[in-house]
Every structure is written in structure tokens, then in C-alpha cells.
């Protein structure tokens, strides 16, 4: 073997800044570039889902070229993510890297880490892509999401901010009708009667949807956040860690609702409704007052909304308080729980992931995330590359593929100070950063693993018997005491052993701060 085919033999297992000292004995072309193959959930993006073919689009193939990675996209519907991820541990035909929602927390992870599938990162991270630590804050390493008993199981991307749900309202609406901004739960439910009544879209029907969410509530807790019983959320109480849906301020939040869909306050179609319903309603027929949505994206929303005919214009408000004055959704993890990234042991090189994930957190990186293509995306005015304005919805989608889909390590756009200066819209994100940090409810079981017997027994989450009962509720088909029935059938049927579950996991994990 001659000099030359060894030199490029030595580069070939080279990724990143490494492999550029390489360039000037050997190409950069894909076949000369380690191939890793990644498993990743589409998010639901239209740009994603209606792709023909990821891994030929021209943002992946800028991705590649920069990164110097030959990476490849097996893109996941989320909608069947834990399906597709149980069906790829039973082959055993896994991929080289994994973005695992909701962490090592989830049962599909959490199951194949007892089983030895996935690497312990610790030692790898400090011998093959160092920068990872120093420049991912300390507290995202700590998360439960992340590790387990000391043990690095995964690589986490930060959350853009931890209180991702604030309010939208029609601001045009409410502009029209003389309406004040609401604080209380009484204030929003008069601003929400109005929007009924009073034919704020100017079309002569009825036909106002006032408030909207999605099925099991999604996008739609804002209420319960008033009670400070989110239904996916846990308390500490009487030394024991609860969950939110069996505590008796749940009675209070689903009498409200019951009022509120009697009232047709709420869409009555709020248990059924799928993310394109939602996004139709207030987008495309363009009859809903209000809706929750990220703290991150009213940027977006705003440049989308504003070229809609009629054009919609909306505002950030506080969340609705409740009797105790305070309000807002549950605060989440500092790990962004849809991309945090697990290393099968079938992978025989993850040091090439580590430092492909590494590159992430590079200048190069963030500057191709948030800005996008040359010519495209962008222009360079003055040496200052400059967003080009969105005009389209296609455009929209296509900027959110860049700009969050391909995001898969570090910091959020938002947080870009230079960049958000020049971004249409940007005013509207540091307002909303604003509400969101000067609100919100506590989880006492952030980042908890699903205790085993709830794991075992899907009906005792909150998206089974507990939504069954309040559907039944909410909707008028059983009385409101019904509830109590409930709490006694749940914690006979196993939730006493979640509870108990519950509570050693936060003694042993978060006793100390709550004292």
C-alpha cells in the first residue's frame, strides 16, 4: 500500500474539524466522509413530512457538507414513533444514533438501557468530543432525561426556553369589540363569551370558535394551569408525590370545563381534534379567538398570520389566574425533551456521532441554522447576512426546517441576539419570553421516570382512564361527582403503587430541595 492510500485511509475515520486538517490530501466527497445513520421523529413539519426523499434535500445536503458527515435520515412519523422504535429493538437493526423523545425517561429507552443496549457516554465524551461539556450547561448533564445514577446515557439539546406554552389571543378581535385584556378566569371567560357573540370575524354567523385545543388536551391546559392541576404535572403533598389528575382541585378545573363546553366556550370538538384540525381552524377558516402555543414561535406565527387574507392579528397575554392568583402551564425541563440522542453498542464508532454532534455547537453551525441558504434564505448586506422576508407558507415551512427540524444540538435561535435584531417579527419573541418567565406552575415530577407500574399499566396515565372520565365530564355525559369514583377506581387499580413509586424516586432524587 502505497503513502497516499494509507494518508486517505487515516482521514476516512475522521470527522469534523479533524478531518479538515486532511483536506488538501484527500476529497470531501460522501464516499470519502464516515457514514452514520440517524433515526429522528419528523416533529410533524409539513416541510419534513412532505418530503419525497430527506436525505437528497438541499439543507441536508448543505448539513453534510459543512459538517463534513456523511449522515443519513431515516425520518420517523411521530405520531408512531414509540411503535417504530419498539420494532427496531426487537430486530436488533437499529441505527447508529437515536433522537429520543423525552429522553432516557421514556419506556422504550428507559427498557433498552436496563438491557444493555446503549453506551455509558461518560468516558467517551471526555476522550472524543470534549467541547460537548464545557459548552452544554452542567444542569442538562444532571437531568434524569439525560442520566442515571451518574451514568451519561445521552447528548441533550436545550430546551429554547423551559415555559414553552403561552397564550395567543385575537388581537384584532378584541380591538374590534373594545376589549380589555383579561386576567382572571372570569375576565377570560367574558372576553371568550364575547368572541361568541358578538361576530368579532364580521360574517354574520355564529360561527366563532372562542377557544381551542387538541385531543387529550394538548395545546389546551391553560385552565387547569389555573388550579395549578395540569394533568401531566406532579405535587408534592402530605409527603407524598402525586399526580395533578387525581387531586381534589381537579374537581374545581373540570367543572370549569364542563361550564365552558356547555357555554361553547371551548371547540366542542376539543377530544378529537388532530394538529391539522387545529392548525385549519385558526389558520385556514380563521375562526378561533384564542390558543396555546410555544413561547418560541410567535415570530413565525406573526409573519404567517399577517399575509393570511384577512390578515390575523394576535398578541401574547399573561395565562388566566386562578384562587391562588397565580397561573400559566407547567414548567418544563432545560432539556429540549423531543432531541436528546442515545448510541446503540451496535454502533462500532460512536466516537464519530459524538463529534458529528460536537460540530453542532460551532459558529458554522448556528450561522447555517438560523440563517439558512445564501441567496435563498438570506443576503449579505454590509457583511451582514440579512433574513430574507417570508411571503408564503411554503417559505414558512421551509424556514422551519433549517431554523428548528435540523436542530438537533444547542442553543435555540431565540437566543441569538444579532439575529433576532434582523429577523421579521423578531420583537415578538423577547415579549413573549418575557410572560413566560414571570409565570407558570412547577412540576414536582420534572423529569421523573415513568415509575414502573404506570409503564406496565398504560390506563393509569393520564391520557387513559383519567381522560375517559373527563371527556365524560367535560361533556355533560356524567356528573361532575363522578370524579370521586374515579380517584377511588384508579388508586385500587395500581395507583397507590405509582404513588408510592412516585415518592421514592423524588425522596431520593429531590428530597433535599424541598427542604
Known amino acids: 500500500m502505497n503513502r497516499k492510500s494509507i494518508t486517505a485511509l487515516t482521514c476516512l475515520s475522521l470527522t469534523g474539524s479533524l478531518l479538515a486538517a486532511c483536506a488538501d490530501k484527500t476529497d470531501t466527497s460522501p464516499a ?23 436525505n437528497e434535500d438541499k439543507y441536508v445536503k448543505k448539513l453534510r457538507e459543512l459538517s463534513k458527515t456523511d449522515f443519513r435520515i431515516e425520518a420517523i412519523n411521530q405520531a408512531d414513533y414509540s ?3 419498539n420494532l427496531m429493538f426487537a430486530s436488533g437493526d437499529l441505527p447508529d444514533a437515536i433522537q429520543a423523545v423525552n429522553g432516557i425517561t421514556s419506556p422504550e429507552i428507559s427498557a433498552a438501557i436496563n438491557n444493555g443496549v446503549f453506551y455509558e457516554l461518560n468516558d467517551l465524551i471526555d476522550k472524543h468530543a470534549p467541547g460537548l461539556k464545557t459548552k452544554i450547561n452542567k444542569d442538562l448533564w444532571n437531568s ?40 382572571t378566569v372570569d375576565e377570560y371567560l367574558n372576553v371568550l363569551r364575547a368572541f361568541r357573540d358578538k361576530d368579532p370575524n364580521g360574517n354574520g354567523k355564529a360561527d366563532e370558535i372562542p377557544f381551542i385545543g387538541r385531543k387529550n388536551f394538548d395545546f389546551g ?7 395549578d392541576v395540569s394533568p401531566e404535572g406532579w405535587k408534592f403533598v402530605n409527603n407524598q408525590l402525586v399526580p395533578n389528575f387525581i387531586r381534589p382541585e381537579m374537581k374545581d378545573a373540570l367543572k370549569l370545563h364542563q361550564q365552558m363546553y356547555q357555554e361553547k366556550l371551548i371547540d366542542n370538538e376539543v377530544f378529537v381534534n388532530t394538529s391539522t384540525d387545529w392548525v385549519a381552524k385558526i389558520e385556514n377558516t380563521q375562526r378561533v379567538g384564542m390558543w396555546i402555543h410555544a413561547t418560541e414561535y410567535p415570530d413565525k406565527t406573526a409573519t404567517g398570520y399577517k399575509r393570511l387574507t384577512p390578515p390575523v392579528e394576535f398578541i401574547n397575554i399573561p395565562a388566566p389566574t386562578g384562587p391562588d392568583g397565580k397561573g400559566g402551564n407547567l414548567i418544563g425541563s432545560v432539556v429540549d425533551p423531543l432531541s436528546t440522542w442515545v448510541i446503540p453498542k451496535t454502533n462500532k464508532h460512536p466516537e464519530q456521532v459524538l463529534k458529528f454532534l460536537e460540530w453542532f455547537l460551532s459558529d458554522e453551525a448556528q450561522a447555517f441554522l438560523n440563517y439558512g441558504l445564501e441567496g435563498e434564505d438570506y443576503t449579505v448586506e454590509n457583511g451582514k447576512k440579512m ?25 435555540s435561535n431565540i437566543h441569538d441576539q444579532e439575529f433576532m435584531k434582523n429577523r421579521e417579527n423578531g420583537q415578538y419573541v423577547p415579549a413573549a419570553m418575557k410572560i413566560a418567565a414571570a409565570e ?4 414536582d415530577g420534572l423529569d421523573m421516570p415513568i415509575p414502573p407500574t404506570l409503564a406496565s399499566k398504560p390506563e393509569l396515565q393520564f391520557t387513559g382512564l383519567w381522560m375517559e372520565t373527563a371527556a365524560k365530564i367535560v361533556t355533560g355525559r356524567d356528573p361532575l361527582d363522578s370524579f370521586d369514583k374515579f380517584v377511588e377506581d384508579w388508586k385500587k387499580r ?3 403503587k405509582v404513588i408510592q413509586e412516585a415518592t421514592e424516586w423524588y425522596l431520593k432524587n429531590k428530597g433535599a430541595e424541598s427542604k
Open 32 to 54: 470519502a466522509l464516515p457514514t452514520i445513520k440517524l433515526a429522528i421523529g419528523d416533529r410533524n413539519m409539513p416541510y419534513v413530512t412532505s418530503s419525497p426523499n430527506l
Open 83 to 85: 411503535k417504530k422504535l
Open 221 to 227: 391546559y391553560v385552565f387547569f394551569g389555573a388550579y
Open 494 to 496: 395500581g395507583g397507590d
Open 144 to 183: 434524569s432525561l439525560v442520566s442515571k445514577d451518574g451514568k451519561i446515557y445521552a447528548i441533550p439539546r436545550e430546551a429554547p426556553v423551559p415555559n414553552n406554552r403561552i397564550v395567543y389571543i385575537r388581537k384584532d378581535w378584541m380591538d374590534k369589540l373594545g376589549l380589555q385584556v383579561p386576567k
Open 440 to 443: 407558570g406552575r412547577v412540576n
Open 387 to 411: 433574513p430574507k422576508p417570508i411571503t408564503t407558507k411554503a417559505e414558512s415551512d421551509r424556514e422551519q426546517m433549517h431554523l428548528q427540524w435540523l436542530r438537533w444540538i444547542g442553543p
